[in-house]
């Protein structure tokens, strides 16, 4: 091969290897602005307005009134409205989620292993300051359905504790099982219903509306929430889920719903949205007047590129720092013609690369299969545990990416 292909094959694998690392720090810097602006975890305010009054803490009956907050986003064009019974629950879930903190030990710090929002701020208490009390009639109901059950216990509060609890002084759910076993559990229950998201095939999925239990699936045991406020997807806008929780890293996390009426969980690692359970003869979206995102032919397709919230969020990253990209490329480029031994050097700089993310790799393993040791029940630090493991897979993915990238190049370059 001549000197002139020679260098050709040195100069483009070398600009190759600085991209694939260009990459990885504008996703590095997207991901952190996504982190920066959702909340780390999806986290963010309502989106609709939400029921805030007729929280029910005896025995309220069903159609009672509840008022509702404007919210500066959302109309009520666009946003799903709750049944009678929704709107109790969520007025309910809000007095219990509005009352939730982290262990006093953590300075309001949310870190592995133990501070997360599975504090209440119990009737008469003064701490933490500022904050609401959690309803006694949800506190009695735990201790009548499950006395000295750590999972009704403060410090310990549970998200099918925090969902059951929500409904407990308005339609009370009876049967109980572990957060993603509630699906199979109430299926066919008389007096609810279940509305499929990834349960079902894009055609049978439906609308979740406010006061739905929010199920979600993962490898193990799942997760449970109870859903606040919807606004409706369009043809070419997502639309948002706001929900609350026990249990987790926030009270509130607000996702997109998606026009195919998926949710986004990809500020969840490892989680999927797998359906609603629902009081039956609750009216449903389309009953109270809310249009669904439907064509004749069946939900609007969503664009594989719109799906891809990563890949929007490293195209924003890009355009927002162009002069930092431009950088970036002009480097790489001086790099390749400045240096003399340029092949030797990307050489060298593909094995060091490689060396590092197979150390890496081991390392965020061994780190997840710790954190999944004593994870226990607890699905937050199962989130932890597959976020680790996903940035260890990530990296041995882009080592082989890299080698294999190279080879091409050069092999086309030699005329291959």
């Given at each position: 091969?001549s000197t002139s292909r020679m260098g050709v094959t040195a100069v483009v694998s070398g600009m190759v290897v600085?991209?694939?690392?260009?990459?990885?720090?504008?996703?590095?810097?997207?991901?952190?602005?996504?982190?920066?602006?959702?909340?780390g975890y999806g986290g963010g305010p309502g989106i609709c307005p939400t029921a805030t009054a007729t929280a029910?803490?005896?025995?309220?009956?069903?159609?009672?009134?509840?008022?509702?907050?404007?919210?500066?986003?959302?109309?009520?064009?666009?946003?799903?409205?709750?049944?009678?019974?929704?709107?109790?629950?969520?007025?309910?879930?809000?007095?219990?989620?509005?009352?939730?903190?982290?262990?006093?030990?953590?300075?309001?710090?949310?870190?592995?292993?133990?501070?997360?929002?599975?504090?209440?701020?119990?009737?008469?208490?003064?701490?933490?300051?500022?904050?609401?009390?959690?309803?006694?009639?949800?506190?009695?109901?735990?201790?009548?359905?499950?006395?000295?059950?750590?999972?009704?216990?403060?410090?310990?509060?549970?998200?099918?504790?925090?969902?059951?609890?929500?409904?407990?002084?308005?339609?009370?759910?009876?049967?109980?099982?572990?957060?993603?076993?509630?699906?199979?559990?109430?299926?066919?229950?008389?007096?609810?219903?279940?509305?499929?998201?990834?349960?079902?095939?894009?055609?049978?999925?439906?609308?979740?509306?406010?006061?739905?239990?929010?199920?979600?699936?993962?490898?193990?045991?799942?997760?449970?929430?109870?859903?606040?406020?919807?606004?409706?997807?369009?043809?070419?806008?997502?639309?948002?889920?706001?929900?609350?929780?026990?249990?987790?890293?926030s009270p509130y996390t607000t996702m997109p719903l998606l026009p195919d009426l998926s949710v986004d969980t990809?500020?969840?690692?490892?989680?999927?949205?797998?359906?609603?359970?629902?009081?039956?003869?609750?009216?449903?979206?389309?009953?109270?007047?809310?249009?669904?995102?439907?064509?004749?032919?069946?939900?609007?397709?969503?664009?594989?590129?719109?799906?891809?919230?990563?890949?929007?969020?490293?195209?924003?990253?890009?355009?927002?720092?162009?002069?930092?990209?431009?950088?970036?490329?002009?480097?790489?480029?001086?790099?390749?013609?400045?240096?003399?031994?340029?092949?030797?050097?990307?050489?060298?700089?593909?094995?060091?690369?490689?060396?590092?993310?197979?150390?890496?790799?081991?390392?965020?393993?061994?780190?997840?299969?710790?954190?999944?040791?004593?994870?226990?029940?607890?699905?937050?630090?199962?989130?932890?545990?597959?976020?680790?493991?996903?940035?260890?897979?990530?990296?041995?993915?882009?080592?082989?990416?890299?080698?294999?990238?190279?080879?091409?190049?050069?092999?086309?370059?030699?005329?291959?």
């Amino acid at each position: 091969m001549s000197t002139s292909r020679m260098g050709v094959t040195a100069v483009v694998s070398g600009m190759v290897v600085v991209l694939l690392l260009g990459f990885v720090t504008l996703t590095g810097l997207s991901a952190s602005l996504a982190w920066s602006q959702s909340g780390g975890y999806g986290g963010g305010p309502g989106i609709c307005p939400t029921a805030t009054a007729t929280a029910a803490t005896a025995s309220p009956t069903p159609g009672s009134s509840v008022t509702a907050t404007p919210s500066p986003t959302g109309t009520a064009s666009d946003c799903v409205p709750a049944s009678k019974i929704g709107a109790q629950v969520v007025a309910l879930a809000k007095a219990m989620a509005d009352a939730l903190y982290v262990n006093p030990a953590c300075g309001g710090h949310i870190r592995y292993p133990d501070c997360y929002y599975t504090w209440y701020k119990a009737p008469g208490s003064t701490y933490p300051p500022g904050l609401p009390t959690f309803p006694q009639a949800v506190i009695d109901y735990g201790e009548r359905v499950c006395p000295g059950c750590s999972a009704w216990a403060n410090g310990t509060y549970q998200c099918v504790s925090f969902v059951r609890g929500a409904y407990s002084q308005v339609y009370p759910m009876r049967l109980t099982a572990n957060a993603f076993d509630l699906w199979a559990t109430y299926a066919g229950q008389p007096g609810w219903q279940e509305i499929p998201s990834a349960a079902a095939p894009p055609g049978q999925r439906g609308l979740p509306m406010p006061g739905d239990v929010m199920i979600f699936r993962d490898t193990s045991i799942g997760h449970a929430a109870i859903v606040m406020s919807v606004r409706l997807p369009t043809s070419t806008t997502e639309g948002a889920i706001t929900f609350s929780n026990a249990n987790s890293v926030s009270p509130y996390t607000t996702m997109p719903l998606l026009p195919d009426l998926s949710v986004d969980t990809s500020n969840w690692p490892g989680y999927v949205v797998w359906g609603y359970i629902r009081p039956a003869g609750s009216a449903s979206a389309s009953a109270a007047g809310v249009s669904r995102p439907f064509s004749a032919e069946g939900p609007i397709a969503w664009k594989k590129g719109d799906r891809n919230m990563q890949l929007k969020t490293l195209v924003t990253a890009a355009l927002l720092h162009p002069a930092q990209f431009a950088t970036l490329i002009q480097t790489a480029w001086k790099t390749a013609l400045v240096l003399g031994s340029i092949a030797g050097f990307f050489t060298n700089l593909y094995n060091d690369l490689t060396a590092f993310a197979l150390a890496m790799a081991t390392f965020f393993f061994a780190w997840a299969a710790l954190l999944y040791m004593t994870a226990n029940q607890n699905e937050n630090h199962r989130v932890q545990a597959r976020s680790n493991l996903y940035i260890a897979l990530g990296g041995l993915a882009l080592a082989l990416l890299a080698q294999t990238i190279s080879g091409l190049v050069s092999g086309a370059a030699q005329g291959q």
